[in-house]
C-alpha cells in the first residue's frame, strides 16, 4: 500500500512538470485545407495580429519559408497589411524583425489556426464553407511578459 501511495504522490507530481520552450515552431505537417480557407483564415489572422503588433511601417516580420497555400496566404495577407516580410532568414544588422511561427490543424471539422510572436499569441476556431471559412470560436489573446 505505501508503494502504491508513493508512485501516485510522484505521478501527480510529475504529471505538472512541463518543459519551457521558447523556440517558435511552424507546424511541422501542414493540414491540407482548401485554398479559399486557407486565404479566408489568413486574412481573419493577419488583420487580428495587425491589431495587436503594431504599425506595418516599424514592424517587419520574419517566418519560415514554406510552400502550402496557408503560408503562402499568410504572407499575401500580411504583405497587404503592409508589412515587410523576411521569409529567407537573411536579417540585416539594423533590422530587429518580429519573429512569427504558424500554425494550423484540423478537428472535429474544424480548421484550428495559430500566429504566435515572442510577446503575443492568437488562435481561433474556424469553420470551412464552400467559399472558405467562418470563424467558429471568439479569438483568443495571450500576451507574454
Known sequence: M????AFLL???L???CETADDALT???TPVAV???AASAIAGDMASRLAEQIGAAATTTIKMDKDDSDYASALEAA???WGYSIITDGKVSKDQRPTELAWSIDTIDGQVLARLTTPSIALGRAYLP???GATP???LSIMQRN
Do not use: D, F, H, V
Not at 2 to 5: D, F, H, I, N, V
Open 129 to 131: 464553407t464552400a467559399t
Open 2 to 5: 505505501p508503494r502504491l501511495l
Open 26 to 28: 511552424t507546424s511541422a
Open 10 to 12: 510522484i505521478a501527480a
Open 136 to 138: 467558429a470560436s471568439p
Open 78 to 80: 500580411l504583405k497587404g
Open 14 to 16: 510529475a504529471s505538472g
Open 34 to 36: 482548401t485554398s479559399r
